[in-house]
């Protein structure tokens, strides 16, 4: 005899954790978050979890020797990674890890080098603080995901 758990495998029910829903549960997309930030980087594995297959490094080569075996769909790349070989360092990734985006977070849309690393390849970036909402849009958007539309409403 089973036990009585109406809604359990409807889709349009949630997962008992906030915010995830079935279907991207079970979607298994991976993600590595790749920074030296620590903070940052435990934040965002935090943040993308309940959706996503998500790895925290620390080092570039760890993420590579990963993903050789696993490949991601996507690396979000902490800007702290690129400091001094700032352009050759999205050349690597994209080049071990063929076919992946790359989300950068910085601190600024106008930190040094943003613009060089878009150049090679990046495809978008995330800026500290880092909101929900917003990466989980990001994200969702860089993984062909269909992406909820705000508009800010105004009252006055």
Do not use: Y
């Not at 920074?35 to 965002?44: K, M, P, Q, W």
């Amino acid at each position: 005899m089973g036990l009585a758990c109406p809604g359990l495998f409807d889709k349009r029910e949630r997962i008992m954790q906030i915010g995830v829903d079935v279907q991207r549960a079970v979607e298994n997309k991976r993600i590595f978050v790749v920074d030296d930030d620590e903070v940052s980087g435990i934040a965002l594995q935090f943040m993308l979890a309940d959706d996503n297959e998500t790895h925290l490094f620390g080092r570039l080569d760890a993420a590579l020797d990963k993903g050789s075996a696993w490949p991601p769909h996507l690396v979000l790349l902490g800007i702290g990674l690129c400091a001094g070989d700032a352009a050759g360092v999205i050349g690597t990734i994209k080049n071990h890890l063929a076919g992946v985006k790359i989300l950068l977070v910085c601190d600024s849309a106008d930190a040094s080098g943003i613009q060089v690393l878009r150049n090679w390849g990046a495809d978008g970036i995330l800026i500290r603080p880092l909101d929900l909402a917003a990466v989980r849009r990001k994200v969702d958007a860089q993984l062909g995901r269909r992406t909820s539309l705000s508009i800010p409403l105004v009252v006055r």
